[in-house]
């Protein structure tokens, strides 16, 4: 399997822009992550999905963020308006299990909202 | 709630030195997991390890070895003879299985290997 697959790698975009995150996740995980990383708040979790169903969105900052999974093989995450404070890399993460296997990471999106 | 803290933001070596971070964790749970990853200066995080509650044999992958120790709730990596690729960010961190948590991480320490 190729690993969960993220794009786009960067996205810089202008304040106010919307912006959409997108992950393919690995073949036959049930779940899905939403992680953002940034300097002073380490690694959060944003949202998860189980069989494409959300199930803790409890971690997304605001209304400006929201996330689909349509299908098992793909999921977005959009900021609509983004701020600059947004900035930020964002991982998309598959596991087989909650709270009991390892989640495999995709490579992260870095954005910058100017 | 599961917390896990990792102490030393930042270490540096000199190549071939052993290196030892630490990783202390709290958990409510008697059934927990916990995991160490890996961050190259390229971003991405790579999985490492994982272990649950119930074993606490040392685990050893080349020059990587973990020391689970439940007493002090601590789940330590050491890299012996580093080297600069070992040069990253690690992170330490925390799931519970009864609560089906996701992964709580650590805030990560800092390896610089030098040559």
């Known amino acids: 399997d190729a690993g969960v697959i993220q794009s786009p790698r960067h996205e810089v975009t202008e304040m106010g822009q919307e912006v959409t995150l997108r992950c393919k996740p690995i073949?036959?995980?049930?779940?899905l992550f939403w992680y953002r990383q940034t300097m002073m708040r380490g690694l959060e979790l944003l949202i998860y999905?189980?069989?494409?169903?959300?199930?803790?969105d409890s971690g997304m900052p605001e209304d400006r963020f929201s996330a689909k999974m349509p299908n098992a093989s793909f999921s977005t995450l959009k900021i609509q308006p983004s701020e600059p404070r947004d900035s930020a890399v964002y991982f998309c993460a598959s596991s087989l299990e909650v709270g009991i296997t390892e989640a495999f990471f995709g490579q992260g999106t870095r954005l910058t909202v100017v | 709630a599961q917390k896990v803290t990792q102490a030393q933001t930042e270490i540096s070596v000199v190549e071939k030195e052993d290196v030892t971070l630490d990783c202390v964790y709290e958990?409510?749970?008697?059934?927990?997991?916990l995991f160490w990853y890996k961050q190259p200066p390229s971003g991405e995080l790579v999985f490492l390890i994982r272990?649950?509650?119930?074993?606490?044999q040392n685990e050893i992958s080349g020059r990587y070895s973990w020391n689970f120790q439940k007493s002090t709730s601590s789940f330590n990596f050491t890299i012996t003879a580093s080297q600069v690729v070992d040069s990253a960010v690690y992170f330490c961190a925390l799931s519970e299985k009864f609560r089906y948590s996701t992964l709580t991480f650590g805030k990560g320490t800092m390896l610089l290997v030098s040559p």
């Open positions: 999905f189980n069989n494409n169903v959300p199930i803790d």
């Open positions: 073949s036959g995980h049930d779940y």
């Open positions: 272990r649950n509650s119930f074993d606490e």
């Open positions: 958990t409510r749970d008697t059934t927990y997991y």
